[in-house]
C-alpha cells in the first residue's frame, strides 16, 4: 500500500490495499488479545480461511492490474509485493485448512504447552 501510495496510483489499488491490510490487522488483533475466545459462538479458523482466499483475490486482481501498464517503479513493486503478499495468503489459508484436516472429529481448539503436561 506504502508503494502504491509513492507512486500515486489509482485510488482502487491504494483502498483495496489498505481494505486487506486493515482486516489481516483485524484478525492479528483478535489473536493477540485472546478475543477468539471470548468470542466462542463463531469458528475463527474457518473465518480466516475465508479472509485468505478473499485477500489472496483481490491482491492478485490488483497486482496484476498494476503490473499491465508498468507506469512508475513505485507501481510495479507494489505489484510485485502485493504478488508475494497474496502467494502468502494462499499458503496462510492452506496451512488453517491442513490444520482443521488433521482434528476431523473435534472442533478446533488451542492449546497451550504446558496444558499437555
Not at 1 to 28: K, N
Not at 62 to 84: H, Q, R, W
Not at 99 to 117: E, I, M, R, V
Request: one cysteine or more.
Amino acid at each position: 500500500m506504502t508503494l502504491f501510495i509513492l507512486a500515486q496510483a489509482p485510488e482502487p489499488y491504494i483502498v483495496v490495499t489498505g481494505f486487506e491490510a486493515t482486516a489481516t490487522l483485524f484478525f492479528i488483533v483478535l489473536y493477540i488479545f485472546r478475543l477468539d475466545q471470548l468470542i466462542s459462538c463463531l469458528f475463527w479458523p474457518l473465518l480466516d480461511i475465508i479472509n485468505s482466499v478473499v485477500t489472496a483475490l483481490f491482491l492478485i486482481v490488483v497486482s496484476v492490474l498494476a503490473l499491465i501498464p508498468e507506469t512508475t517503479t513505485y507501481t510495479v513493486l507494489g505489484g510485485v509485493f502485493g504478488l508475494a503478499a497474496s502467494v502468502f495468503s494462499i499458503a496462510d489459508g492452506a496451512l488453517i485448512y491442513r490444520k482443521l484436516l488433521f482434528n476431523p472429529s473435534g472442533p478446533y481448539q488451542k492449546t497451550d504447552a504446558h496444558d499437555k503436561l
